[in-house]
């Protein structure tokens, strides 16, 4: 007769081990998945993904901006600049966050309807934008400059 078999106390097969391995290892890798797609799925944030030219840029805000004249003061300016660069402000990352809230696909969109007419953010963001290209700053040196003042807000 063979030997019988006794359980052995607190020790767990071997193929629950492993099991237990594959498990946490596809918890891993599934983390870093979903951590690179977030990374990468919200262009304005990164002042690396520039166009490699002007023809690259593709325009995510389709709508059209409100009339600058509705407004006065700096929400005037403001929204004249979206109606002057439409390309400038849909490139950068609105850190109002209204891409949560709102839908908006970027920082132009702000200005499809008057959100911006009550937010200090869209506002000065565009002003800020609007000033750089007056100085002579390119895209990449906007976006630099816009995450790093307002992604601390």
Sequence with gaps: ??????????????????????????????????????YTSNPGRSANDEPKSASAYVRRETKATLSPALFVGKIGTAYQIAQD????????????????HSGHRSLLSCYTDNHAANCDVCVNEA????????????????????????SRM
């Design 127 to 150: 002003l800020d934008a609007s000033r750089m290209v007056k100085q002579g700053y390119g895209m990449k040196e906007i976006r630099r400059e816009i995450d790093r003042k307002y």
């Design 1 to 38: 007769m063979g030997k019988k078999k006794t359980p052995t106390k607190g020790r767990k097969p071997a193929r629950v081990k492993r099991r237990g391995l594959q498990v946490a290892i596809l918890v891993a890798v599934l983390a870093l998945a979903a951590g690179a797609w977030v």
């Design 85 to 100: 660069m439409p390309d400038l402000l849909d490139q950068l990352y609105c850190y109002c966050e209204c891409d949560k």
